[in-house]
T-cell receptor, first 114, second 112 residues
Framework: DGGITQSPKYLFRKEGQNVTLSCEQN?????MYWYRQDPGQGLRLIYY???????QKGDIAEGYSVSREKKESFPLTVTSAQKNPTAFYLC?????????????FGPGTRLTVL | QKEVEQNSGPLSVPEGAIASLNCTYSDRGSQSFFWYRQYSGKSPELIMF????GDKEDGRFTAQLNKASQYVSLLIRDSQPSDSATYLC????????????FGQGTILTVHP
């Protein structure tokens, strides 16, 4: 079964802790993305990666870090520098069979700071 | 700042009616546009994409793109209660390799 998986589904963080959100895809997609969604708002881009060992900052990268050591995996670390991390985090990857940049999303991780 | 703006909601329509969702964008370089549906607590799922001026139909859904007016819309015919969700409009530029800019979403409620 091909798809994008994210874990955990729910995550609780204490103040000052770093946490890592997992994103894995077996779709053989080159590009992967991390978005953040706050209640009643659209998605905002945190980081994206077009190829292995390369990634770029999105619109709201401060307080976050990523790595792309394998094509299938694009983990996101929420550091203690992120002042308001409570949000719904979505990972996506891209499929371009017809030259259209169609992004498909994983199920998301809901992060809550205690 | 490249922006995508969606018509303010929430939008409420009776079952069987046509729901009209609208979106404007500021970046004239944007080439492809996407409509996603998001149920509460779930991730977005793609409904349609459009990159040519005009209409594109898929079942009960019709996407419309007018690049001169920088306007994208989604029409849902014969609306059903199961269509009740948040609808997200997103656009991408030709050289951005998939970077999407999302609107804030429009909440649609279809009442029986």
């Amino acid at each position: 079964d091909g798809g994008i998986t994210q874990s955990p589904k729910y995550l609780f963080r204490k103040e000052g802790q770093n946490v890592t959100l997992s994103c894995e895809q077996n779709l053989n997609h080159d590009a992967m993305y991390w978005y953040r969604q706050d209640p009643g708002q659209g998605l905002r881009l945190i980081y994206y990666s077009q190829i292995v060992n390369d990634f770029q900052k999105g619109d709201i990268a401060e307080g976050y870090s990523v790595s792309r050591e394998k094509k299938e995996s694009f983990p996101l670390t929420v550091t203690s520098a992120q002042k308001n991390p409570t949000a719904f985090y979505l990972c996506a990857s891209i499929d371009r069979p017809r030259g259209t940049d169609t992004q498909y999303f994983g199920p998301g991780t809901r992060l809550t700071v205690l | 700042q490249k922006e995508v703006e969606q018509n303010s909601g929430p939008l409420s329509v009776p079952e069987g009616a046509i729901a009209s969702l609208n979106c404007t964008y500021s970046d004239r370089g944007s080439q492809s546009f996407f409509w996603y549906r998001q149920y509460s607590g779930k991730s977005p799922e793609l409904i349609m994409f459009i990159y040519s001026n005009g209409d594109k139909e898929d079942g009960r859904f019709t996407a419309q793109l007018n690049k001169a007016s920088q306007y994208v819309s989604l029409l849902i015919r014969d609306s059903q209660p199961s269509d009740s969700a948040t609808y997200l409009c997103a656009g991408t530029g030709g050289t951005s390799y998939g970077k999407l800019t999302f609107g804030q979403g429009t909440i649609l409620t279809v009442h029986p």
